[in-house]
């Protein structure tokens, strides 16, 4: 079982920048894809970025792009999400996950732990 603990989240001008980061209780984090997810009022679940396991690569939904950036260090048993340029339509909880030696996923089924969230507000 791997537990992960999101933080960084908060009420943020649009404009503004924040960083989130998760923290896996895991031995072998560094064999894990690891993504953000974001789920704002009457919406469903969605994608934001991933990071796979064996070569770092990442992915980003095309409405981040440019202004998100998703990072980890295996050393931490930790993922960052760096958020740039928030706009209100960003306001949500964010949630990480993490699926064990998956290549590449951006599908919410294939994720196997995730996070309780936290909350990012976009201010206008």
């Known amino acids: 079982q791997v537990q992960l603990v999101e933080s960084g989240g908060g009420l943020v001008q649009a404009g503004g920048s924040l960083r989130l980061s998760c923290a896996a209780s895991t031995r072998t984090f560094s064999r894990y894809t690891m993504g953000w997810f974001r789920q704002a009022p009457g919406k469903e679940r969605e994608f934001v970025a991933r990071?796979?396991?064996?070569?770092?690569?990442?992915y980003y939904a095309d409405s981040v792009k440019g202004r998100f950036t998703i990072s980890r260090d295996n050393a931490k048993n930790t993922v960052y999400l760096q958020m740039n340029s928030l706009k209100p339509e960003n306001t949500a909880v964010y949630y990480c996950?993490?699926?064990?030696?998956?290549?590449?996923?951006?599908?919410?089924?294939?994720?196997?732990?995730w996070g309780k969230g936290t909350q990012v507000t976009v201010s206008s």
């Open positions: 990071i796979i396991w064996s070569d770092g690569s990442t």
């Open positions: 996950a993490a699926v064990f030696l998956v290549a590449s996923t951006n599908n919410i089924a294939d994720y196997t732990y």
